[in-house]
Nanobody, 126 residues
Framework: QVQLVESGGGLVQPGGSLKLSCVASGRTFSSNAMGWFRQAPGKEREFVSSIRWSGGSTFYTFYAESVKGRFTISRDNAKNMVDLQMNSLKPEDTAVYYC????????????????WGQGTQVTVSS
């Protein structure tokens, strides 16, 4: 049974940082694009970031415009996990963040996401 389990959410003040982690089990995803979505109250789920491994130490990363320069995605294939470092957080970053894994390697926006975590709440508020 494939599972994606997120951790690291919480409450943080504007300008603060959080690091989300997602650990996969049940199969390896080294050849699949992985990444993060988020869903704010009353809004649709939106793409945040994805990462693709192209062999060796080569990774390609993709970001939504709203988080470029503030969020950094990384992955550790040996541990079957993907992280999202979030800096300079804003109140509009408040959402439930979901880890996702694509069926495909080349899927920068994770349109072919087939596996999902249960979500972790991130709240940015003073």
């Amino acid at each position: 049974q494939v599972q994606l389990v997120e951790s690291g959410g919480g409450l943080v003040q504007p300008g603060g940082s959080l690091k989300l982690s997602c650990v996969a089990s049940g199969r390896t995803f080294s050849s699949n694009a992985m990444g993060w979505f988020r869903q704010a109250p009353g809004k649709e789920r939106e793409f945040v970031s994805s990462i693709r491994w192209s062999g060796g130490s080569t990774f390609y990363t993709f970001y939504a415009e709203s988080v470029k320069g503030r969020f950094t995605i990384s992955r550790d294939n040996a541990k079957n996990m993907v992280d999202l470092q979030m800096n300079s957080l804003k109140p509009e970053d408040t959402a439930v963040y979901y880890c996702a894994a694509s069926r495909k390697q080349y899927d920068s926006s994770l349109r072919e996401a087939a596996y999902w975590g249960q979500g972790t709440q991130v709240t940015v508020s003073s």
